[in-house]
Each structure stands twice: as C-alpha cells, then as structure tokens.
C-alpha cells in the first residue's frame, strides 16, 4: 500500500506515544478485568451499568456480499468471508469498491435505536478484513477513498447520537488485519514468518484509534476484539491511548491480557449465574454478525425480551447486533422486532433499566432484578393456580403491582416466614415477559443457597448442571461449540464422575404430593456410551429411592460441529411428603467417566 508523506508522519508521531503509553500503566489492576476484578464499581462506568441494553451494529463490505463472493455462498458469519474464501487481499479490495450504502440515514439508525430501547450504540469501524468505515488518514482502504460512497457515515452517526442522547461506541479490530501484510489473520497472501506485527500495531492500529478517539466528539466505548499474540504491554498501551485521550470512555476486556473497564463474555454466552461488576453479553439477532441475505432466523421478540430480562437478572448488560445490510438498511425484520422489543421496555423498562442482580435465584416461573426497596418479578410462565411463589424473602413485603399496566389495583399479598405468595389474575397482560414490582421494607439478603423450587403448577422444572453440588473429581465445565461458522453455542456440563463416590446432588423443595417424572440431558460419546449410573432420591426422613440407569450414545464432541444433547427419561418418582428432598446422581461402579450432563428435568405427571 503506497503510504503519503502526511501519512508516514503521523504513523511516527502515533509510534512515538505508544512507546511513552506501553511504559505507563495507569490503571491498577483491581480496577481492570484480571483474575482478581470486579469492574466496573466506580462512577465512570455508572451509565454503562445502568442502560442495560445496547445496539452492536456490523457494517462494512461483508455487508455488500450478503454472504455469497467469488460465486461461492457461505452459510453462517459473513463478516469472515474474506477469510473463508481466501480471497486474496487485492481482489477483495477490488470487489468492496463495489459497496455503496446510498440509501444509509445515520438519523433513521439513530431513530430504531431510540425505538427500541436500546441506551448505547457500538459501530464497526474496522473489522478484521482491514476495511476502515471512516475517513482514515492512515490508509486509503475506507469508505471514503476506496468506495463511490466517499462519504464519512460514521461522522453522521455521531451527530445523530449526540442530538438524540444515545452513546456511541466503536469496535475496533486491533490486531487481525487481512488487508496488510503485517496485520494478523492472512496466512494465504502473506507469509506469518515475514509479519512484523509490532510495526502494524505502531503503523496502523495506534493511529487509527488516535483518529476515531480525535475526530468524532465524546465516545463512549472502545471495543476492542481479537488481541491475538498482543503482548501486555501493547494491550495496555491501547488501554492508555483511549484513556488518554478521552478519559471518560470505557474499553472492553477484549483489548486483552486481562484490561479493560469492562467484561465482555464470549460471542452468544450467558454466564451461569450472577457476575458482579460491569460486564455485557453479545448476541446477534439472527446466525450471523455481518448481513447475511439468506439468513432468516432472526430472535423473536420474545426470545430477545426474555434475554435482556436473563442478562440483567444476573447483573449485566445485554448488547443485541443488526447487520445492515449494504444498501445501508437494516433488515425488515430486524428493526421490526426491536421496535417490538422497545415497546415492552416503554411499559416495563423500570424493571431493567438501572437495576442490580437478582438477591432470589431464578425460579420455575421467571426471573428477578432489584433496585432499593423493591424486586422485580419476571414472569415467563404463570403457575396454573395463579399462586406465584417467591422464597428466601427476608424483607416484609408491602405490596405488589403489574408494572406495565397504567392503573395500579395492587395483587394480594401473603407472606409467611421468608415465602411470599402473590395472586396473580387468570390472564397475564404480556405472555412474553410480566414484570410484577414487589415493594418491601427492611433488608433483602441475596440468597445463594436457597433448594429449587419443584411445584407442579409448571409443565417443567429444569435443573442446570452450574446449580448441583459435587463432589470427588465431579466438576462443570463449559463446552462451546458451533451450528454454523462463528454461529457459537456454549453448554455448561457435569464431567468427571468416574467413581461412585463422584457424585453431584441437588436440595429440592417438593411444594406439593404426586408423581414426577425425572430424565437426565446429556451428551455422550463411544467412550460413555454403556456406563450405568444411579439416580438417588431421598425425603426428609425415610428410605431412599434408587433408580439405575444405563448410558445412551449422543455423538462425538467437536467444537466446530453442533454438540448434540439426549433427553433420557429415567423414571417416574412418588413423593409423599412435601419438603425438601435431595436428588443424587453417580456412577454405579468405578468406570471411565459416565457422560457430559447438562441438565435434569423434573416434570410432574398430569
């Protein structure tokens, strides 16, 4: 690439920062994402706490491809096509002259995003195939000076943010860069043991964030992705840079070495329980990142409103990604069903917006979010009785409302001990997702402890592996594997029992007498397959139940093919006696390991 003299200047300029910013760690590390964090706790990061919900948007030449190039279609992320095609660099920057998003209006994003709820937008302004979606001055690869667009779209949505208050952030790909010789990722143009990343980092990657940092008013985010073989010292070079020069912008924990001012977790995952500090989940609305014009499978509303609900019950942020398409619109769809996402945070959105974890560990009907004085209920799915049980309640409870609806009448309240029992009415107003606002006086512990709830006024009470106790070599373990390309899945699983004395159990409270029906979801391979385990079911006081079982074949795991789970149902059980009872799962004898379980479901017999 033939680089200016104004150019060469400013990538020395920006060198010469680096190497004062690699020496400066201005950051301790109990205030960044390591071992030992909990981010997030300070006033800088207050606002990011606090919104919740945010708009990923991938954007670039991929967009124009749709996922087919070169004659070829490639199913799942498109923002990778360069790399699984192997085009050669100068070929695909030949075809991304080709995008021309002439129908692209900054304030019509800005409008659906306002719309739909969301409190904070991040843009891709360079993803790894090296294309910048801003006026560069450090290369001619963007969309100003490598497109017929020769506009800068990036400047109009940060004008569009500003007047509607909406935060705007950038992905940046700091160290996968296919278009440069020295950039990571291009193994098929550029020879790996030839590539001098240290002078990409200086000559591109530093500079690059000093113009988006510079050029575009007060950011919000700097989402790095990929730091690849990034030493310390360059990651916290690039931490220092943004803090530098816009002190109040956060960066994500993919900067990499342990940074940043937030967590973010893998593409497509959920923690398994509650992570205190700052921290986001990323899902894309449909299989893939960038657009995808046969890809169809896009998150219900009710899917994406019962995610945000999840997320935010254990404390995070849920960032949702559109793919506009290349013409600059985003997909009918896509802004369809975030408009409708948006509707329901409109009426609901006290019960999101700027709350805490939930102190009440999930339960059959839904999950909780707090803030001071009052718990929010989300119910995905009403008890048949109507009678909505909610355990561990320390506090006095004082009253309790459907929240979106525009006259509170107040539902009848019961508390006895630490169980409250709300009424709710025959019909919910939103099968979706009813937030019930739980007012209380006094202190709400959060219970960690507390047995699953198993009422038969639900269809199906699931247990995850996360929730059991183990013991021996028992242990999870999280197991991420793939549909399509980059279309990530990630399951938590038991593993390690290989002894009888491996075992893992889980303290149920039985609400009501009656059969249930109890199986086991699992994957196995040809090296369980034939294993026998036993299912354990003990009461308060009496014999223990034991039921043998034998290990069935679900398939071979590999991480870049779908990891298939089996449902096998076990046996009906007979509970006498209400009350707590313990549920234990173990190998027969000592064996190899007996299976990958993720789940029990306990359902009662109708």
Known sequence: MRISDCKKALFLTCGLLAAACTTAMGQQPDQLWGKEAEAGKGEKTKWFTDAKFGLFLHWGPYSHFGGEIRGKRYYGITEWIMHRDKTPAAEYAKLAAGFNPVEFDAEEWVDIAKASGVKYIVLTSKHHDGFAMFDSKVTDFDIVDATPYKKDPIKALAAAC????????????????????????NSWDFDPKKKDYSAYYRGKSLPQITELLSNYGDLGIIWFDTPGNMSKEESAAFLEKVHQLQPGCLVSSRVGNGLGDFKDFGDGEVPPGVVKGAWEAIFTHNDSWGYSAFDQNFKTPKEMIRLLAEVASKGGNLMMNIGPMGSGKFPEMSERYFRAAGAWLKRNGEGIYGTTYGPIPPQPWGVTTA??????????????????LVPGFTARATRA???????????????????????LPPVLPDDRNTVIVLDYKGQLEEQTALPVTIDPNFKKISLPAQDAKTNGNAKTTRFTHRY???????????????????????????????????????????SHEGREGLLELAPPDGPQQSYPFQVLLSGKFDHNKPLLFLDQAVAVVNVKTPGEWTLKVRPLRNAGELFRLRQINVEPVE
């Not at 718990?375 to 009678?387: M, S």
């Not at 409270?509 to 009656?514: D, L, N």
């Open 484 to 526: 399509y390309f980059g279309d990530w899945k990630h399951a938590i699983c038991l593993v390690g029992q290989q002894a009888p004395e491996d075992e893992i159990s889980y303290r149920l409270r039985f609400t009501a007498p009656g059969d249930y029906k109890i199986s086991l979801q699992y994957s196995a391979d040809s």
């Open 401 to 423: 409302d459907i929240l979106s609806l525009p006259t509170r009448r107040g539902l009848a309240v019961t508390q006895r001990g630490k169980d409250v029992l709300i009424q």
């Open 371 to 388: 803030r001071p004085g009052k718990l929010y209920l989300h119910v995905f799915e009403r008890p048949r009785n109507g009678q909505l």
């Open 162 to 185: 500003k007047k509607a208050g909406i935060k705007l952030g950038f992905y940046y790909s700091q160290y996968q860069d296919w278009h440069e010789p020295n950039g990571g990722g």
